[in-house]
């Protein structure tokens, strides 16, 4: 981790936890006060099957879900979403029926892309955004733009983070929220009070983890 100042949100739910540093963290888009690290959600089988678990509750018989289109590396998080969604006891109409798990690539322009043997998955397809976190909305809205643009429909934005309740319309819905960290904050990288005040960044983070400054 980044700095000395870290330590676990911890839950009711076994394996599901945040670790996390407070500090002062530059993203590409702004700087935060708090480095979440999804590290093993993302690649610990454990972890990840604590997360879908819990984002499970939020999709019921009346949430159609034929593709989960997995950012920031979360495909691991993914399929075990999609395994419990398609288990018989899970009252998801998408039952007995399977669930396509894909990820997209990225233009140098940022945009995302799906290749012609990967865009039928994504066409006329109910699909699901995952994210690690959803904070400026940026990566999901891109998302919600890739998936209309090849012909799919999105159905919600689920995330292990997220400080919004919703982006360009679809719910947003997530495992930890401002309420595990009331005073979680991000600014504009020109307006931010932590440069300001002459507090030196601690680190360089994205959705790949960090590098200290």
Partial sequence: MPTNNTYKLETKRKNLYLRIAKGHFATGRSHINYYIDITTQKSR??????????LLSYYNASTAIDAILCLDGTEVIGTCLAEELTKNHFLNINAHQTIYVVTPEHTANSQLLFRDNIA????????????????TGYTANAAIEAVKYYGGMTVGIASIFATVDECNGYKVRSAFNPTDLPD????????????????????LVNTFGFSKL
């Fill in 120 to 135: 039928p998955m994504i066409k006329g397809k109910h699909v699901l955004i995952l994210a690690a976190s959803v904070v």
């Fill in 45 to 54: 089988l454990s972890e990840a099957k604590a997360v879908a678990q819990e």
């Fill in 184 to 203: 979680y904050a991000t600014y504009s990288s020109n307006d931010c009070p932590l440069c300001k005040k002459g507090i030196k960044i601690d680190a």
